[in-house]
C-alpha cells in the first residue's frame, strides 16, 4: 500500500457522522485515472495492511456501509495536491486519492512520491448518514 491512512478524530456535520483521516505516502504512486486505492477498513497492523491505524478503534462503529462523502480537508505535501476519484460502485476499498503534481499533471502509473510529498500528509474527511 502506498497510502497509509490514522484516524484523527470524529465529527458530526449536516446529519451525517464521519471521521477524519491523516493521509501519508509510502512507496510508488498507483495507476493513472484511478490513482491510490484508499481502505478505510479497520488495519490489523498499524496500516502496513493497509486499512486505518487506529489504536483505539474508535471509528469501528461508524464505517459500516461505503461513505457518502470523501472529501480533502487540507494538503500538505510540497505543492502537489490530490483529488478524490470516487468509483460507480463504493465500497469501504475502493476510493481513488490521484496525486497530482504543480503545474495539474498526475503522477505516472508507479512514480516514486518525492521527498515532500513523502514528508507531508493529507486530511480527508469521510461521511456517513446518521441512522
Known amino acids: 500500500?502506498?497510502?497509509?491512512?490514522?484516524?484523527?478524530?470524529?465529527?458530526?456535520?449536516?446529519?451525517?457522522?464521519?471521521?477524519?483521516?491523516?493521509?501519508?505516502?509510502?512507496?510508488?504512486?498507483?495507476?493513472?485515472?484511478?490513482?491510490?486505492?484508499?481502505?478505510?477498513?479497520?488495519?490489523?497492523?498499524?496500516?502496513?495492511?493497509?486499512?486505518?491505524?487506529?489504536?483505539?478503534?474508535?471509528?469501528?462503529?461508524?464505517?459500516?456501509?461505503?461513505?457518502?462523502?470523501?472529501?480533502?480537508l487540507n494538503q500538505n505535501i510540497g505543492g502537489s495536491y490530490v483529488a478524490i476519484i470516487p468509483n460507480a460502485v463504493p465500497t469501504l476499498t475502493n476510493f481513488g486519492l490521484a496525486m497530482y503534481e504543480p503545474g495539474g499533471t498526475e503522477k505516472a502509473t508507479a512514480a516514486v512520491y518525492t521527498a515532500p510529498e513523502l514528508a507531508g500528509y493529507v486530511d480527508i474527511e469521510v461521511l456517513i448518514p446518521l441512522q
Not at 504512486?29 to 484511478?34: A, F, N, R
Not at 491510490?36 to 456501509?65: C, F, M, R, W
Open 1 to 72: 500500500m502506498s497510502v497509509k491512512l490514522a484516524y484523527q478524530s470524529e465529527r458530526e456535520y449536516n446529519n451525517s457522522k464521519g471521521i477524519i483521516l491523516r493521509a501519508t505516502f509510502t512507496g510508488k504512486y498507483g495507476t493513472q485515472t484511478v490513482g491510490d486505492l484508499l481502505n478505510l477498513t479497520p488495519s490489523q497492523n498499524q496500516g502496513v495492511d493497509g486499512g486505518i491505524s487506529d489504536p483505539k478503534a474508535a471509528y469501528n462503529h461508524i464505517l459500516q456501509e461505503p461513505p457518502t462523502t470523501v472529501a480533502i
